[in-house]
T-cell receptor
Framework: TQLLEQSPQFLSIQEGENLTVYCNSS?????LQWYRQEPGEGPVLLVT?????EVKKLKRLTFQFGDARKDSSLHITAAQPGDTGLYLC?????????FGKGTRLHILP | SAVISQKPSRDICQRGTSLTIQCQVD?????MFWYRQQPGQSLTLIAT?????????ESGFVIDKFPISRPNLTFSTLTVSNMSPEDSSIYLC????????????FGSGTRLTVV
């Protein structure tokens, strides 16, 4: 069974600080995705990383895929209250996606 | 990306009854899925809804409890049968335009409370 471990599970920081969320697995994935979910809504896809070592930027968010394609990280620079939410990493071993347990992020104004 | 409409958005149901959740996609999609999510937690895949054939269920989920229909490439339903309080959860429909590789689009979810 392929599992995705996310850390930390919870993170509460002050506005303006930087943070990194990690997603790790013992298995190789052809791609990894990051989603953000807000209360009362479904997850929204932020990015897909497909190449080992790949780095993608989405405004203040930087996503990296590990060289061995077993792990990924999400770095947020100068966090804003609007970044608050549940961040989920997901991988697609076949045609279905499996999700990590998520990181609940709370940015304090 | 596809837009998914899911209804109802929430419901409170009596134990022993059944609820059918509908999922409508605004374009034809190759794959549709149903997930369950406990409040504040991650998503667990219930099944893959296959167009024109029986759904493919994940371990721990069975057709008698969660019958699924997918009559065409834009619509699917999930029924939660003979409900108990343990079925209280958020149920989410999702769809993929180009396979899991490209990510999924999700509906807003159905928050089910069984009393």
């Amino acid at each position: 069974t392929q599992l995705l471990e996310q850390s930390p599970q919870f993170l509460s920081i002050q506005e303006g600080e930087n943070l990194t969320v990690y997603c790790n697995s013992s298995s190789v994935f052809s791609s990894l995705q990051w989603y953000r979910q807000e209360p009362g809504e479904g997850p929204v896809l932020l990015v897909t990383v497909v190449t080992g070592g790949e780095v993608k930027k989405l405004k203040r968010l930087t996503f990296q895929f590990g060289d061995a394609r077993k792990d990924s990280s999400l770095h947020i620079t100068a966090a804003q209250p609007g970044d608050t939410g549940l961040y989920l990493c997901a991988g697609a071993p076949y045609d279905k996606i499996i999700f990590g347990k998520g990181t609940r992020l709370h940015i304090l104004p | 990306s596809a837009v998914i409409s899911q209804k109802p958005s929430r419901d409170i149901c009596q134990r022993g009854t059944s609820l059918t959740i509908q999922c409508q996609v605004d374009s034809q999609v190759t794959m549709m899925f149903w997930y369950r999510q406990q409040p504040g937690q991650s998503l667990t895949l219930i099944a893959t809804a296959n167009q024109g054939s029986e759904a493919t269920y994940e371990s721990g989920f069975v057709i008698d409890k969660f019958p699924i229909s997918r009559p065409n490439l834009t619509f699917s339903t999930l029924t939660v049968s003979n409900m108990s309080p343990e079925d209280s959860s958020i149920y989410l429909c999702s769809a993929s335009l180009g396979g899991a590789y490209y990510g999924y689009t999700f509906g807003s979810g159905t928050r089910l409370t069984v009393v």
